[in-house]
């Protein structure tokens, strides 16, 4: 497969465990983040958004955490599966639709 | 519906070379937009298309242009290309009003 970044920083997690995935953001302007995950050979593939007037949004066994003050923004994903194993990456939306990512972080999941 | 679709999936050039790339978004979205994915610096934001025009622009050399059609497809343009060119280009498409972007699998350009 093609890789995504060479020096990424690795989580990895064991099936069936949860998994966080941290990430800072830099515009405190920034009024819309997106987590994406990204297999090997594929384009980004939405996750999950939030807008910055929340600090939680829960989908189907991911939560998105954000705290504006520190401008931290998180991905829990909740009962790991191999089928996780990806490149995530945070996104942030500070004017029309222009995406400034975050640097990605590979969750590798042990079975 | 039929996702984001992007042609050549892989091109090799050589340095001095111009290239274009292909995206034809969701259908009924008018935005496009365009990143150039790379080890060294992530994800980064080439420029955005809304309804044949230009509407943001990333931080890139004048090399990279690109145009959208009536029919909401783009095309990017890279002229004299340079090794560090070499990438993978990604086409994200997104609704009016929606700040969602779908991307679609990308072109990876090798410059030799």
Known sequence: GESVGLHLPTLSVQEGDNSIINCAYSNSASDYFIWYKQESGKGPQFIIDIRSNMDKRQGQRVTVLLNKTVKHLSLQIAATQPGDSAVYFCAENAAGNKLTFGGGTRVLVKP | ????????????????????????????????????????????????????????????????????????????????????????????????????????????LTVL
């Open chain 2, 1 to 108: 519906k039929a996702g984001v679709t992007q042609t050549p999936r892989y091109l090799i050039k050589t340095r001095g070379q111009q290239v274009t790339l292909s995206c034809s978004p969701i259908s009924g979205h008018r935005s496009v937009s365009w990143y150039q994915q790379t080890p060294g610096q992530g994800l980064q934001f080439l420029f955005e298309y809304f309804s044949e025009t230009q509407r943001n622009k990333g931080n890139f050399p004048g090399r990279f242009s690109g145009r959208q059609f009536s029919n909401s497809r783009s095309e990017m343009n890279v002229s004299t290309l340079e090794l560090g060119d070499s990438a993978l280009y990604l086409c994200a498409s997104s609704s009016w009003g929606d700040n969602e972007q779908f991307f679609g699998p990308g072109t990876r």
